[in-house]
């Protein structure tokens, strides 16, 4: 590697060959020198969606179910979609020890739809179906009197087809400031009634599971798993997606 490359800098071609060495090494099973490449990237500034993919991938070839998840599911949140990227999440959350059972309503609806649904496409229909729309009424009169009814209901088309979107893109944003998304990383992890070591246990959960994050306090941060099950754990023990 270059000078600039070991101060804590890679041009493009440096990142694409570390980005191939790190592939090489997968490919060799070479799990730890992949791993430690992928790594490499994502510290300089690099870790786009096929990193965190491939190093998600790496992770669960070693068993770490946990930071197999974390890196798949931030894969997920940065754009990514394919159906290796789903198998590789249900190949890693068959693995989990924990299974829950049921939801919480809040998670069901509009977590479940801002993960299914593309923010920034949702945002991209927004802006030019509103900004074309109201282009098409203010333009209206520099038509003929005969084509003004024609651009009124494009107009109007428009305009309707940027409220869904408009409310889809409503929902991301109140995802993205509102639902903190987490993954457990420690092989077993002890929820308890209060932000204390002393405080009764109310259950654990282990490495791979996606929990929401509510709030923190100290070393402590107050979890919810997916069936609505509250505790308060150590906050080195999750890593937020």
């Not at 919480?104 to 074309?132: K, M, N, S, Y």
């Not at 923190?216 to 890593?239: M, Q």
Request: glycine share 8%.
């Amino acid at each position: 590697m270059s000078d600039a490359a070991t101060q804590g800098y890679y041009t493009a071609e440096e990142a694409q060959a570390v980005f191939q060495q790190a592939n090489d090494a997968y490919v060799r099973e070479d799990y730890s020198t992949a791993q430690e490449s992928y790594e490499k990237l994502i510290a300089h500034g690099f870790g786009g969606p096929d990193v965190l993919y491939n190093l998600g991938t790496t992770h669960l070839a070693r068993g770490d179910l946990g930071r197999a998840m974390l890196a798949l599911e931030q894969a997920r949140k940065q754009g990514a979609r394919s159906e290796d990227l789903e198998a590789n999440l249900a190949l890693a959350r068959a693995r989990q020890v924990d299974k829950v059972v049921g939801s919480t309503p809040d998670e069901a609806f509009l977590p479940r739809l801002a993960a299914a649904t593309d923010g920034a496409a949702a945002a991209w229909v927004f802006l030019a179906a509103w900004l074309l729309g109201f282009a098409l009424l203010l333009l209206r009169r520099v038509f003929p009197s005969a084509r003004r009814t024609v651009v009124a209901v494009l107009a109007g088309l428009c305009l309707t087809a940027a409220v869904p979107a408009g409310l889809l893109l409503g929902a991301h944003i109140w995802v993205h400031q509102n639902v903190h998304e987490a993954v457990v990383l420690s092989s077993t992890l002890v929820a308890r009634e209060l932000p204390r070591p002393e405080a009764r246990s109310l259950f654990e959960v282990h490495a791979g599971l996606k929990v929401q994050l509510l709030e923190e306090t100290g070393k402590y941060v107050r979890i919810r798993l997916p069936n609505g099950l509250e505790g308060w754990a150590e906050r080195d023990g999750v890593a937020e997606i």
